[in-house]
């Protein structure tokens, strides 16, 4: 057979065909078969090819909707291509869902020994190691006890040591991790790394881009069931995260404006953007006496593109427009950043950065230089002001501008603090 | 091994000698699901057990009430001669019956893992015949109790019977496959089943219709199989090659088309179900 396992996949589309009336019976059938039916024709995946190497982890990502789970069903055979070609190389076994077939009312001995069978397992592989898939699962005293009375998370615990027994040759996962709490996920890694070095083949369908960018060598971005990209994991995460690629824009996103030749008037005029925060409504705003106007902020990745996500970790650049209609002396531009709650994380300005600005008039910007963002995951507010070395604004932007962070790593919690373990 | 390493391109007919390998290569599998639908239809108990063959009995003595001593038909081993025939009309309905919710009736395994379907429905009909094979003890303890010994010609029997299990396979992939599109199929099939079991002489001996209209009735492969089987098992009599051949030639016939009908539908379970 085939020397080299893995999975190839050519020219692949798949179309869901939507009936305007959904006939499901006989008599529907019959009656309707004078009238024409009208399909709305669904494009879940237009034209994927990509291949797969032996041993190779590659992670599909995309936003929900963009054909990543399809995808994956259609590689395992379970949904029919519309067009195109999938080549299968290798005993391929995929992790769609845990617990695939469990029965409530068979006991736990039972169950691990239908889904070990639907899995692939032999009968004998099936009798060798059910003991210790109980023993794993922490389910040694319950093995006569029907699954139903088994709480969720022991189920889900059984199904995992179970479905980990198989030694396939290409596996498929798809949000499986998504499940079960920090412990059981940690397990979930343990075992996916246990198969990599194991050189398994893997298909990894996942939201958490840092799994993603620790486990895969390459990826697959899809968009609306098009592919975007296809090659090494951090470019297509890039892409993903900065190139606004394979992303829906939110709605309002904000697009290039005029900027630099605005006036200020013209500026004041142009509002920013409604109030990110809901009670913020309540409260004004933007204020200040307009003698030194924020024009524009940008958020820039490190490709210097204007973005509003980021990877944790990557370097970042605020950079604030200013127009001074007069000469403006010892003018303070500061920001304040707080997280989805209101609360206020970190802020800072100028003078707290010893940069002293001696004087503004005119257009000018000037940019604060995140190094390496801190925080982990989550959405963020930006406050951005310009005012006096007393405190008095001249112009405050308050929380009106928010970005995005995804997670590049698997850290808890909320921001990052730079440390290191050392033993001995 | 459950699984085998091969080169697998999509789209390959499911009637082909590769195929029937691969489908023996999943008998844990068969045999498992199999299993464990006949041990939840009898949840776990073996009152459970004794109940499901109540069921027939009781059916049984009622329609042995009503003919023999109302309708006064004069048969040979009359009890036996309907326990018989209906234990093998069981098997048919209980096996396409289950058969049809093969794919239907298991959502998750179409949809969330792959082997072969036609696993699913080949285990359905497993579940029957070991239902049915639990209705064979008490009947040969029945023919034990009225004192009939079978003799040579019941070596018959386990042909016939292959041959219907492999009628029953064949109606239940087609039934299966239609079920998925057009949820009424499995209505309209217990109509005719009900028409079939009266159609069929399970009730009465073959010889209460005129020559032309037996040969009618005959027309049915049931009718054949139920009365090559008596004849088999009851009467001591080698069924006639006329009828075996006819039996053989409806089997293949109706699984053929059973595959063909599954093979046309298969690609979309996934989706319809």
């Known amino acids: ?424 | 091994m459950l699984h085998r390493a091969m080169a697998l391109v999509r789209g390959q007919k499911l009637i082909t000698p590769t195929h029937l390998r691969d489908i023996y290569g999943y008998r844990d599998l068969i045999l498992r699901l199999a299993w464990s639908d006949f041990k939840l239809r009898y949840k776990n108990s073996i009152l459970g057990f004794f109940w499901s063959l109540l069921e027939p009995l009781l059916m049984l003595l009622v329609l042995y009430v009503v003919f023999s001593h109302l309708m006064k038909i004069q048969v040979e081993h009359y009890q036996l001669f309907l326990l018989l025939g209906i234990i093998l009309w069981n098997f048919l309905d209980r096996g396409t019956s289950m058969g049809i919710f093969g794919i239907v009736g298991k959502p998750a395994l179409v949809q969330k893992v792959y082997f072969p379907r036609d696993v699913l429905i080949i285990s359905a009909c497993t579940t029957a015949l070991m239902m049915t094979a639990l209705e064979f003890i008490v009947f040969v303890a029945f023919m034990a109790v009225f004192g009939v010994a079978p003799t040579a010609a019941v070596l018959y029997f386990p042909l016939i019977f292959a041959l219907l299990f492999v009628l029953v396979y064949g109606l239940s992939l087609a039934l299966s496959a239609l079920n998925v599109y057009f949820r009424d199929v499995q209505f309209i099939w217990r109509v005719i089943l009900q028409a079939g079991f009266f159609a069929t002489p399970i009730l009465y001996p073959i010889t209460i219709f005129p020559a032309d209209l037996q040969r009618v009735v005959m027309a049915n492969p049931m009718a054949r199989i139920i009365t090559t089987s008596r004849d088999s098992v009851l009467y001591g009599a080698a069924p006639a090659a006329g009828d075996l051949a006819y039996v053989a030639l409806a089997a293949v016939v109706i699984l053929l088309a059973g595959y063909l009908i599954f093979d046309h539908f298969e690609p979309g379970f996934a989706e319809e179900i």
Not at chain 1, 122 to 130: C, E, F, L, Q, T
Request: proline share 4%; hydrophobic share 40%; charged share 30%.
């Open chain 1, 1 to 424: 057979m085939a020397s080299d396992r893995g999975v190839e996949v050519e020219g692949l589309s798949k179309t869901f065909r939507i009936p305007h009336e959904k006939r499901a019976t006989v008599f529907e059938t019959l009656a309707g078969a004078l009238r024409k039916n009208e399909y709305e024709v669904f494009n879940v995946l237009e034209d994927v090819t990509f291949s797969v190497t032996e041993g190779e982890c590659v992670g599909i990502i995309g936003d929900n909707g963009s054909g990543k789970s399809t995808l994956l069903k259609v590689i395992a055979n379970i949904l029919r291509p519309t067009k195109g070609r999938v080549a299968v190389r290798g005993r391929m076994t995929p992790f769609l869902e845990l617990g695939v077939g469990f029965q409530p009312d068979l006991t736990v001995r039972e169950n691990v020994g239908m889904y070990a069978t639907i899995m692939g397992l032999s009968n004998g592989m099936i009798r060798d190691r059910i003991e210790d898939v109980i023993e794993f699962a922490g389910l040694g005293r319950f093995e006569d006890a029907k699954l139903k009375n088994l709480s969720s998370g022991m189920q889900v615990r059984l199904a995992f040591s179970t479905a980990i027994q198989t030694d396939p040759d290409i596996l498929l996962i798809d949000e499986v991790l998504a499940v079960g709490d920090m412990e059981f996920q940690q397990k979930c890694f343990e075992v996916f790394k246990r198969y990599r070095r194991e050189g398994v083949t893997i298909l990894f369908v996942s939201h958490d881009l840092g799994a993603v960018r620790r486990f895969c060598d390459k990826a697959l971005l899809l968009s609306h069931g098009r592919q975007v990209a296809f090659g090494e994991t951090g470019d297509i995460i890039d892409r993903y995260v900065y190139g606004g690629e394979g992303r829906d824009r939110p709605e309002g996103a904000r697009t290039e404006g005029g900027g630099s030749g605005a006036t200020g008037e013209e500026v004041v005029a142009a509002q920013p953007e409604a109030p990110p925060i809901e009670e913020a409504a309540a409260k004004p705003r933007r204020w200040g006496d307009g003698r030194v106007v924020i024009a524009e902020v940008e958020l820039l990745d490190k490709f210097g593109a204007r973005g509003e996500r980021f990877s944790s970790f990557d370097p970042m650049t605020v950079r604030i427009r200013y127009y001074a209609k007069e000469r403006v002396a010892d003018p303070i531009f500061g920001i304040a950043l707080y997280d989805d709650m209101g609360r206020h994380l970190y802020g800072t300005n100028t003078e707290l950065k010893d940069h002293p600005i001696e004087s503004v008039q005119g257009e000018g910007k000037v940019d604060l230089q995140v190094a390496r963002i801190p925080m982990l995951a989550g959405k963020f507010f930006l406050t951005v002001a310009a005012h006096t070395r007393d405190g008095k604004p001249y112009d405050w932007l308050d929380k009106q501008y928010s970005f995005e962070v995804v997670p590049a790593g698997r850290d808890a919690g909320i921001i990052e603090v730079p440390c290191r373990w050392a033993r001995e």
